[in-house]
């Protein structure tokens, strides 16, 4: 059967609906793109089922009538992974947005079960209701969905305590590419009763099956917190003062490292946010400590911490959340970041990871490189220092577009990734391949890696209909 034809089309739509499978440009132009807006074409059509029911049969019938299946949702990827591709076969997008159900929620056990189309910040808000935490935390939670999240492996501000996406989760319900469901929806803390199935899907990105439903850990909410901005004169002097706050006494709950210029960055675009410290120190930190129990002495450890810290010449300066307010005011500072730096102008963009203890020669080698090639550049880094997820951007002169920048200087990602595999990092952190990151997979990747990715591939879905052209590099 053609993928153009007709009857395919009114078969996908008699599984979930006519309004619920798109066609027309207006309604699938939104779906064409991801946050960065770099990659994708417009789709032939999108589903949108409700349930992983009308899911199984949508991919049967895409599969049946050649069309490959791009799943996605919040679309708050930055990696091309959600998106539709001009090479290969026709596409659909597969949106799981109408999925957003909390299945269940068990306090007791500490878990939750969550569809894929559920906001992130829905599946936080439903674990505070019982009195626990679900505890990733980025800027986009609030339109990123579970889905994706898992598809990407997806990390943020407190993986230094909690991890990834992926230590997160005790079960999975996933589509397969042939139709059938692979019910593994399990909440037991310990199965090992064979392959642990649930992490050939997370980080996958939607090229081994459709996630539905995830169930998940919750941890008990953090009662005390203490969160603190500060300075400090190195990446090295950031680092000795981790060490310090990891023996503090209290969860080191987020570490972060802040170039400078970032910050001036958010000070020009970002009026209405105030930056809690002078911009005068080349870097800055922002932590947080916290305990699940409300006497914990957690200003007392920071206070302390800090004190000691600057004694040591660790930080130059600090200054503490005094209520709730600020203490949200300084993480919007860091989380709004990113769409500032769009407003800023072009950057070539990477996303590494190193050991934690190689982040301040990783930055001196990136910097020096940086610069030698590309002098009229200007290297930013934000990033997570506690767990060695560093952001680094090169950011093009005032006045030139991002296409003169990505001719100039498009190789500043390679440069960065090679240092960072070089120190025993990898080049993809936490925003996961998509297709701007096959360069760097097809380069950088163990071969022997990459042939099992493929074998795996190749026996789940051997058509290669599912998301086609993301995270494998083409043979």
Known sequence: MSPFDAGTFASLADVVGPRNCLRTPEDIAPYATDWRRAVGVAPVAVLRPADTAEVAEAVRRCVQGGLAIVPAGGRTGLAGGAVALAAGPPAVVLSLERMNRIRSVDARDFSIVAEAGCVVQSVQQAAIAVDRLFPIMWGAQGSAMIGGMLGTNAGGIRTIRWGNARELVLGLEVVLPDGRVLDDLRRVRKDNSGYALRHLFIGAEGTLGVITAAAMRLVPPMRAVETGFVAVPSPDAALSLL????????????????????????????????????????????????????????????????????????????????????????WRVREDYPEFSRMAGPAI??????????????????????AA??????????????????????????????????????????????????LGGSFSAEHGIGVSKLHAMQALKDPLAIEVMRSLKRTLDPRGLMNPGKVLPAN
């Open 349 to 370: 963009s990477t996303d590494t990871a190193v050991p934690v203890s190689a982040v301040p020669e990783f930055l001196r080698r990136a910097e020096a490189a940086l």
């Open 373 to 422: 090639r590309w002098p009229e550049g200007e290297m930013v880094a934000i990033g997570h220092a506690g767990d060695g997820n560093i952001h680094l951007g090169l950011k093009a002169p005032e006045g030139v577009t991002r296409e003169a920048w990505v001719a100039r200087a498009g190789e500043a990602d390679m440069v960065v990734n090679e240092i960072a595999v070089s």
């Open 243 to 330: 060490s310090r706050a990891l023996g503090a006494g209290a969860e080191v709950v987020a570490f972060e490292l802040v170039k400078r210029i970032c910050l001036e960055t958010v000070a020009r675009y970002g009026p209405q946010l105030r930056i809690p410290l002078p911009l005068e120190s080349p870097w800055y930190v922002m932590v947080e400590l916290a305990a699940p129990h409300a006497a914990v002495p957690v200003r007392q450890m920071m206070e302390t911490m800090l004190s000691e810290g600057l004694e040591a010449g660790e930080l130059t300066d600090a200054v503490l959340a005094e209520n709730e307010g600020q203490r949200a005011a300084f």
